[in-house]
């Protein structure tokens, strides 16, 4: 491996990309359900770029058009934390999403549980302590 000829200056994670078939029902969902923030919605070839956060977050989940040689679907290994992750799973499951039947709880492992966005795309919920 060759080294790098400065210093990397990466110092953050800011947009983590999440594909879907039609960016105004992702936005309604992420919005409307998960009760997240559109950070910016302009016009992007092929659609828009669409960027939602939950409040307060500094990473974005931008919501990106799935075009070709990239699908909807996937398990985006997206971590949302949550200070409740029992209340949230029934929240969710309230709202009609796709949720995960229980509450995953293994020793020493904080609680957590997976759900699916309208494209079928896998998120998780994790309870910080």
């Known amino acids: 491996m060759t080294a790098a000829p400065s210093r990397i200056r990466i110092t953050d994670v800011r947009t983590v990309a999440v594909p879907v078939t039609a960016q105004g029902r ?11 923030e559109t950070r910016m919605d302009s016009p ?11 409040p307060g977050a500094t ?3 931008a919501l ?3 075009g070709e040689g990239t699908s909807a679907g996937v398990d985006t290994g997206i971590r949302f934390t ?10 969710l499951t309230a709202a ?10 293994f020793p020493g492992v904080p609680p957590m ?9 896998t998120l998780y919920v994790v309870e910080q302590p």
């Open 26 to 36: 992702a936005l309604e969902f992420y919005g409307g359900v998960l009760g997240f």
């Open 64 to 66: 990106a058009a799935a």
């Open 82 to 91: 949550t200070a409740d992750a029992t209340a949230d799973h029934a929240a």
């Open 113 to 121: 549980f997976s759900f699916r966005d309208p494209d079928r795309n």
């Open 44 to 54: 992007f070839p092929g659609g828009r770029w669409i960027e939602v956060a939950p």
């Open 96 to 105: 009609g999403v796709d949720v995960d039947a229980d509450v995953l709880r």
């Open 59 to 61: 990473t974005t989940i």
